[in-house]
């Protein structure tokens, strides 16, 4: 899993709690992703990070909120869980800044009911 | 809207032979390409990418950019039942941005 781990691994929470997922990286990486991945729509871009305190959208952030306080821990919260962000959640790092490989976590499973 | 588009398939195929997925984009920028494979509840893991027209090998892996017709391909020689799973096209849209296809399904029969 590319030296990158995510908590929890599965996660069930009421519509309307707060839930923030954490990515942990080992290897000191610059670039650090947050996707999901539901059945028909792939893997999406939530939000990204390209250091400490710089983020930015991806095409699906609306919901979420993301923060980078510390080169190896990138958190995503869900603010006021909805049911439509029941899904799998992936974390990602890039370890090549030339090629933009792209190197994934083992994946969160947040299912809201 | 960067796409990238790939049948869902299954695409079945004997074990020993060739397998063949496709992919097509839509964003003329995109410089390179990402073949990732997915087992049933893994996470996704990279197989190759490739940013030249032609073909690139890896072992048993090619893949192939034809940046004329906006088309990438991964050709899976002596498949393998092992080979079945999930297989996800990508195209780095800029800014270290990747913009996924939602995968070809492989099933490779013994």
């Known amino acids: 899993d590319a030296g990158i781990t995510q908590s929890p691994r599965h996660k069930v929470t009421e519509t309307g709690t707060p839930v923030t997922l954490r990515c942990h990286q080992t290897?000191?990486?610059?670039?650090m992703y947050w996707y999901r991945q539901d059945p028909g729509h792939g893997l999406r871009l939530i939000h990204y990070?390209?250091?400490?305190?710089?983020?930015d959208k991806g095409e699906v952030s609306d919901g979420y909120s993301v923060s980078r306080s510390k080169t190896e821990d990138f958190l995503l919260t869900l603010e006021s869980a909805t049911s439509s962000q029941t899904s799998v959640y992936f974390c990602?790092?890039?370890?090549?800044?030339?090629?933009?490989?792209?190197?994934f976590g083992p994946g969160t499973r947040l299912t809201v009911t | 809207q960067k796409e990238v588009e790939q049948n869902s398939g299954p695409l079945s195929v004997p074990e020993g032979a060739i397998a063949s997925l496709n992919c097509t984009y839509s964003?003329?920028?995109?410089?390179?390409f990402f073949w990732y494979r997915q087992y049933s509840g893994k996470s996704p893991e990279l197989i190759m990418f490739?940013?030249?027209?032609g073909d690139k090998e890896d072992g048993r892996f090619t893949a192939q950019l034809n940046k004329a017709s906006q088309y990438v391909s991964l050709l899976i020689r002596d498949s393998q039942p092992s080979d079945s799973a999930t297989y996800l096209c990508?195209?780095?849209?800029?800014?270290?941005?990747?913009?996924f296809g939602t995968g070809t399904r492989l099933l490779v029969s013994p």
């Open positions: 990602a790092i890039i370890r090549d800044s030339y090629s933009y490989e792209q190197y």
């Open positions: 290897e000191n990486h610059r670039y």
């Open positions: 990070s390209y250091g400490v305190k710089d983020t």
């Open positions: 964003d003329r920028g995109s410089q390179s």
């Open positions: 490739i940013y030249s027209n």
């Open positions: 990508a195209s780095n849209t800029g800014f270290q941005k990747l913009v």
